[in-house]
């Protein structure tokens, strides 16, 4: 699982820094580009709504492996986009095959963690962060030799299929369930249960904090701190890899200290690194809070979907599927809304107030958990006591 996990990330860090070369091909300026993102943000929520009822269908492996698939053939067409429509066509099936493939492995992320009896999901992120970031060098190393989108996704593509073929029959294969199989979590709706919002909750705020540090921390330093654009893109480099290695460790975090802890200290971390780099106003202070906030959110998005897995476990050891399908969609409206409020917030105060409003989301993390956590308790003294019955 963690070279799949590996693999997803990379995709992401090998086309997203390609947006300035992607944009010239086309022609296009930023308004026009952002649109054409709009179409990935789009295809992975609808997807991903989607993607638990397919997952339960056809079990999590062969999701994996025709979404991974699809998700490296969609990679190249990217690459040659000619025009505005065939690049926004191309980021749609892209962000469809994305979101598919984020359920299905994470669904098998749970499958593992339940087998093993031992929090893994923090440690798979940490190796979807360490792809991505293997991606984005991969980037600059074809932008730095001046590779053309299109020979780049190509060979990234052939890559990503020959490794993912290769692990594929390694990876946890999540039975398949029968309709009359799945009556619970076809009977149970999935909107009336609040641990699930509660959760999707969680998810939700990290997203909207981790896409404001990607977006417009460098912004920040450079129009309100007086940094160069050089030393701010510093910044989010500083948060990635912050959130990379913190995630190495969230396993035994979350087993020596519990699930909740780590989300609430997670939280206050989080919160309090992104109100220092805006109230304080002086870059090498900004550095130091966006790595705090890096580290405090690396655990809030796997120990989510963890949790969601939880809530639907069956007697069997089954079920989830539904479940971390619904927090995984809430959590990409994070993705979708947060940066142009938070554009829109800046445009009539300033970027450091904006900030301000994303150290208090991620603050509101912190009750979301603990009221989850109480939430995931109670039912599974529930499940434990109909089995002693």
Known sequence: MIVVFALNGATLGTWSPRAPALSDQVGIGPGSFGLALLGATVGMLLSALAAGRIVERFGARPVVVVSGLALFGCLPLVGAAPSLGWLAAALFGLGVASGVLDVAMNVAGVAVERAERTPVMPLFHAWFSFGALAGAAGAALAAHLGMSPVPHFLLAAVAGVIVLTAVAR??????????????????????RRPVL????????????????????????????????????????????????????????????????????????????????????????????GFMLAGAGLAACFPVALGLAGEAGKRSDDSGGEREVSF?????????????????????????????????LVAAAIAPAALAAGRHVARDRERRTSHLVR
């Open 170 to 191: 390694a990876l946890p294969g999540v039975t398949p369930r029968a309709e009359h199989a799945s009556h619970h979590a076809a009977g149970t709706a999935l909107f």
């Open 197 to 288: 919002w509660l959760l999707a909750a969680v998810a939700l705020c990290s997203a909207i904090a981790e896409g404001a540090s990607s977006d417009w921390s460098a912004l920040l330093l450079v129009t309100e701190q007086g940094a160069s654009e050089g030393a701010a893109a510093l910044a989010y480099a500083g948060f990635s890899v912050a959130m990379a290695v913190a995630r190495l460790s969230g396993s035994w975090l979350q087993k020596r200290f519990g699930p909740g802890r780590v989300l609430v200290v997670g939280s206050v971390c989080a919160s309090a690194g992104l109100l220092a780099a805006a109230l304080v106003g002086v870059p090498a202070v900004s550095y130091a």
């Open 327 to 359: 927090v995984t969609a809430i959590s990409y409206t994070g993705f979708l809304a947060g940066p142009p409020a938070i554009g829109g917030i800046a445009e009539l105060t300033s970027l450091s107030v904006s900030f301000v409003v994303v150290g």
